[in-house]
């Protein structure tokens, strides 16, 4: 069974904060997303991954930087939160070839004050 | 630029009333037309993934359908649990991201 995990469901943090979510998935996929999901916009792409250490930017990484050290393990980190980055962010995975099915982790709901 | 757009926004149906929601795409070499249902506080669940016009695939009370302009997902006798708004997404040509639509809100009332 598909698995991707996010650290944390919920997390409230304060403006100027540096903030690290972190993902891990058990498929040994290549590719790992992050995405923020708003009201009214949908999913918008911030960056993706299709190798270790390697990194692309999404539609919208203003503002965020990636961290992938390691296959499973992919981290997305507000290097000064500010109150317009409180949102949800998912966490994805896939493997490049025939199916490309992007598997998604439960969220994490970020609250910045 | 490849585009989805979903509808309607919202959809709100009795037990029992079959319904179609529809994925409007415009995509360079489609790859994959991906469905996705989506709780209330949860990530995406994957659904389907359609590959090339005339494809259907089916799942319990749904069946999703590709044509070379839209996908349909087809909802047949829905139940309250089905309740949740379903994503769709597509994937152009020489691309690893996903290109998402705003989703359409069911609500299956018993």
């Known amino acids: 069974d598909v698995k991707v995990t996010q650290s944390s469901r919920y997390l409230v943090k304060r403006t100027g904060e540096k903030v690290f979510l972190e993902c891990v998935q058990d498929m040994d996929h290549e590719n790992m997303f992050w995405y923020r999901q708003d009201p009214g916009l949908g999913l918008r792409l911030i960056y993706f991954?299709?190798?270790?250490?390697?990194?692309e930017k999404g539609d919208i990484p203003e503002g965020y930087s990636v961290s992938r050290e390691k296959k499973e393990r992919f981290s997305l980190i507000l290097e000064s939160a500010s109150t317009n980055q409180t949102s949800m962010y998912l966490c994805?995975?896939?493997?490049?070839?025939?199916?490309?099915?992007?598997?998604f982790g439960p969220g994490t709901r970020l609250l910045v004050l | 630029e490849d585009q989805v757009t979903q509808s309607p926004e919202a959809l709100r149906l009795q037990e029992g009333e079959s319904s179609s929601l529809n994925c409007s795409y415009t995509?360079?070499?489609?790859?994959?037309l991906f469905w996705y249902r989506q709780d209330p506080g949860k990530g995406p669940e994957f659904l389907f993934t359609l590959y090339s016009a005339g494809e259907e695939k089916e799942k319990e009370r749904l069946k999703a359908t590709l044509t070379k302009k839209e996908s349909f997902l087809h909802i047949t006798a829905p139940k309250p649990e089905d309740s949740a708004t379903y994503l769709c997404?597509?994937?152009?040509?020489?691309?690893?991201?996903?290109?998402f639509g705003k989703g359409t809100k069911l609500t299956v009332n018993p």
């Open positions: 995509v360079s070499g489609l790859r994959g």
């Open positions: 997404a597509v994937q152009g040509g020489g691309s690893e991201k996903l290109v």
């Open positions: 991954s299709y190798d270790v250490k390697m990194k």
């Open positions: 994805a995975s896939s493997s490049p070839g025939a199916q490309e099915t992007q598997y």
